[in-house]
């Protein structure tokens, strides 16, 4: 400390500042073991990390004001110190320390690396009067501290960046001398003069979210959407994640990279939409929250660079490595890409560009690059630790890498600045200011040419990640050494001759991300999906109903979002599945129970219903007997015949067969639809018919007994009206007629000439024997075209029409 206070208030120059601070740094080790009373031997790093004790308290260092200060300007330091240790601690101050210049990323890297106190790469305080005195600091307890220093008492030098500490000096109990008890480090650019030379930086700002869409919809006109859940919602909620990106972006100079399956969710859910609840589906309840998102986006991106990935962003890598050689899949590729552009246009109304392929994390090989451009982009978004430069600086993002493809080279330290936890403040601070003195670094190469940089951060990130995010890049915008540039054009920029051009190959993709592709399962699931919805729209009179939702559920299978997530990706092309095989279920054959054939020849119903919204045609419905000499079906006898079918949504048509019965029997005959490719729809209908046919000889007996019932007619019509005569003679002749009759023995029931054994006692007839006339009425058969009708099987003793 008192070096320090010696060094304050002398007037100096850059040079004597910088020889000043190396003196600092050269007798820091000796002047500290005399303080100490500990051997200069001490003062080796591991030695000093260990005897210091500068475990013992935490600093966290929360602000930072401004990031990169300027000549004249006051610098703002607050943050808290902890007492992670068991003894209280006593006479405690707190001080700031510069470290020299840090020369070149690399230093930057080890700087920010180290945790214990090292006077070498430390320094000393800066002075007394910049010190804060604290009270007595007990084991647990925590105090805020802030410092406002005048820039020129930091005494920087050279141009360049430095490293900023905050170190707590104190005497645990028991404990005779001071020790530096806790560091926090930041890092300070220090550039007040603006550069000729200054670094070209793209950043880009990404709006990717998780699958949230599934592939059901709503059998009404507009085809209601069905999402998973409504967490979606939270996430477009202004505090949510992806509310925050679009509000912090606006005012930024960004690239916009968009997956444009979110698009379509989020104004799918402006108008109505449903959530699955269970086994159930609830109205969606955040309309007004979906449509205040969309238009902040729209004045957001209005006269920005937008980038749409293929549509559901998919995972690149795991279609390369497991899924190319499974048929169809690249295609789904290409179809993914084509619904970007338009999805885009249609919710934004802004051309984006679609020529970009972002694999995930920017890793590349040959089959990757191979894959990415198979579907029309010519521009692979990569990063710097897959095409590793070998130069004493860092090269420009563009770069040829064959066959008309350009390499965007991501730089690794920018892009990573941001993944780690940046809910802490102190966390966030110094990402931000670590990534605004990488680029000054970078910015301070010694190289002659004019370079443009690329910073590719994570897909997702965080709220907190996001905020930092945005501000490095508002703390970088006003500072002299960089300027702004979207991707279409860093993406032009001429490359540099000696930066890396050569893919690495497949076996040197990293480990980590090869455990977390797709599986080859994944994309056969898809393949047969696909295979299932072309058979089925096939047969559809509106096929844009079904082949657009199915379509895109089959593309969100391929999503990088799956990542890290095996089981949720084979849950969803489960559902996938299991919503397209529900719907083809909707056109079937209703079951039949047995049927029974009376006669030599008879038409056979079978009836095809069609429960969906739409029209089917394009099918054939086939039927076949399994014993054609027993009974056969169709005009020419054979034992299968077919016929085509169309349906209107919400009917069913019976079909008639004609079938000629040869033998008496059970015959077994099956019913199945098959699509014109002569492809089996559905599943087959199986019943049994009974034939009962009726032979020449029992036609001639009941012909008989038919004319002998009319003969028996006749005669009974006969008699009664000669009784009738004889009755009417009777009565007119009187009573000498009536004595007559009496006196003759012979009279009685034979006396009319009649039978008496078709007499009843009263003299009336009575009938030789009741015969039913055989049945030949027919149930009415069912109109070719019908409304709804049910699908349970039809009932027994079924009856076919002769």
Known sequence: MAKAAFFQGTPSSPARRWLRRTASAAVGVPLLAGLLGIPAASAAPGAEKERSGSRTVDVALDTVSPAAPGEGDTLTVSGTVTNRGKRAIGSAEIDLYVSPRLVGRTAIDSAGERTGYNPAADGSPIGDKHTEKLPKLLPGISRDFSFTVPVDDLELGENGVYQLGVGLTGQPSGSQFDQVLGMGRTFLPWQPEELEKKTRITYLWPLISSTHVTSETGSDEEQTPVLEDETLAAELAPEGRLGQLVSLGRDLPVTWVMDPDLLATVDAMTEKYQVKDGDRTVPG??????????????????GDTVVALPFADPDLASLAHRGKDVSGSLSRLQQATEAAESTVETVLHEKPYTDFAWPVDGAIDSSIVDVATSAGADKVITRGDSLRDNLGYTASAARPIGGGTTAVVSDSRLSKAFQGNMVDSSSSTRAVQEFIAQTLALTLQDTDQLRSIVVAPQRMPTVSQAQSMARALEALEPQSWTQPMDLVTAAAVKPDPNATTKVPPASRYPERLRKQELPVRAFEDSQKTQNDLDRFTEILTQMDRVETPFGRAIDREMSTSWRGNPSGAQLYRVGVRNNLQTLTEEVQLIQKSQITLSGRSATIPVTVQNRLVQGVDRLVLRLSSDNGARLSVGGDGEGTAEQPISVKGGHSQSVKFNALAHVNGQVQM????????????????????????????????????????????????????????????????????????????????EAGGGDGENTSPDGAERPEGDIESPDHGQPSDPTPDTGPESGKPSGPGEKVDR
Not at 288 to 302: G, I, N, P, Q, Y
Not at 718 to 726: I, L
């Open 285 to 302: 309840r955040n309309q007004d929250v979906a449509k205040e998102w969309l238009s902040a986006l729209e004045t957001a991106v209005r």
């Open 670 to 749: 099956t019913a199945q639809l098959y699509t014109e490719d002569n492809e089996p729809y559905g599943e087959k209908m199986q019943f049994t018919v009974k034939v009962s046919e009726i032979t020449p000889t029992v036609m001639l007996v009941l012909a008989g007994g038919v004319l002998l019932l009319v003969l028996a007619g006749i005669r009974m019509y006969t008699q009664r009206k000669r009784a009738a005569a004889r009755e009417a003679a009777a009565r007119a002749g009187g009573q000498d007629g009536a004595v007559a009759d009496a006196g003759n023995p012979g009279a009685g029931p």
